[in-house]
């Protein structure tokens, strides 16, 4: 059965983003004289500007304020999105439940910038879309608030909802706004306890009833 409201995370998940965000990060941290860890990718993930930029600051010994810091990492991230690619399948399946009326929005933990650059390149932009940035809420993902901000633009309740997520924080988020939420990772793993695991665009549009 098709629900009332799908709500998406976008980077990994709406758009194959999480390279650039990561080559970005990679040429701002080289640019600053810290040395990526190997397990950078997997500690980043779904996680937003100010919690990365702790980490930086205080595992590798970033010296920059927070503000002079992300306009570093912007100015590595914003040239490379024009080789911005949709994650096969997803939006085609954004497209289908919007032709079928349901409720939908984007919730991200990427600033208002990065979610307006990276939605326009792939053209998924639309009077009336509705779209949830970290800048929009007072706590991003792991906690509820994103999605719950969602669901209230929506005018849908948040039990009648489903959250699709690729990183254990979004989530984590789902599960914590009261949502069916499917976790689709980029690559098999598992998933927060309650959360749906799936690993490709079909099993996603099975689980949407479509």
Do not use: C
């Not at 304020?65 to 080789?83: A, Q, R």
């Not at 085609?92 to 990276?118: C, H, P, T, Y």
């Not at 998924?124 to 209230?152: C, Q, W």
């Amino acid at each position: 059965m098709t629900p009332k409201a799908v709500f998406w995370d976008m980077d990994g998940t709406l758009v194959d983003s999480e390279p650039l965000h990561e080559a970005a990060l990679v040429a701002a941290m080289r640019n600053a004289g810290l040395i990526p860890p190997d397990d950078l990718h997997e500690r980043v993930l779904g996680v937003a500007a100010w919690p990365v930029y702790e980490m930086m600051r205080d595992e590798f010994g970033l010296d920059l304020p927070f503000d002079e810091w992300i306009v570093h990492k912007y100015e590595h991230y914003l040239p490379l999105v024009e080789s911005l690619q949709p994650r096969p399948g997803a939006i085609e399946i954004f497209n289908e439940l919007r032709a079928k009326g349901v409720a939908q929005a984007v919730v991200s933990n990427s600033d208002r910038m990065i979610v307006d650059a990276n939605l326009r390149m792939v053209g998924l932009t639309y009077p009336g879309m509705k779209t949830i940035s970290r800048n929009d809420v007072r706590e991003g993902k792991p906690h509820a608030e994103p999605f719950l901000r969602a669901a209230y633009l929506a005018d849908v309740d948040p039990a009648h909802a489903v959250a699709i997520d690729d990183s254990w924080p979004g989530a984590l988020a789902g599960l914590a706004a009261g949502m069916k939420t499917i976790f689709w990772p980029e690559k098999p793993m598992e998933g927060p306890p309650g959360a749906t695991v799936i690993n490709s665009a079909e099993e996603l549009r099975g689980e949407l009833g479509l």
